[in-house]
Nanobody, 114 residues
Framework: QVQLQESGGGLVQPGGSLRLSCTAS????????VAWYHQAPGGEREMLAT???????FYTDPAKGRFTMTRSSVGNAVYLEMEALKATDTGVYYC????????WGQGTQVTVSS
């Protein structure tokens, strides 16, 4: 079964930037719609951005204007460029397919704090 692995998180000051990566064990992202999710401490997992197999990206309000989702040409990775980070962006970030979800990866922790 295809596995997902997120990386790129860390501690960043408010206003800073990070680039998250989600790597799949097979080049599935050109054939599937994939999303990035954010789970704040004690909160539910919430969708941030969705990338269709045609390459169209949709953002939810927390991500609009600050985050950019892209995909590798090979189709085995998706990325989330995050700018102007706020304390409310703190949490664990995951990726997964929309229509045929895979087992969740461990996520990558982002902490926005001064």
């Amino acid at each position: 079964q295809v596995q997902l692995q997120e990386s790129g998180g860390g501690l960043v000051q408010p206003g800073g930037s990070l680039r998250l990566s989600c790597t799949a064990s097979a080049p599935i992202f050109t054939d599937e719609t994939v999303a990035w999710y954010h789970q704040a401490p004690g909160g539910e997992r919430e969708m941030l951005a969705t990338l269709t197999k045609r390459g169209t990206v949709f953002y939810t309000d927390p991500a609009k204007g600050r985050f950019t989702m892209t995909r590798s040409s090979v189709g085995n990775a998706v990325y989330l460029e995050m700018e102007a980070l706020k304390a409310t962006d703190t949490g664990v970030y995951y990726c997964n397919l929309i229509y045929r979800p895979l087992p969740w990866g461990q996520g990558t922790q982002v902490t926005v704090s001064s």
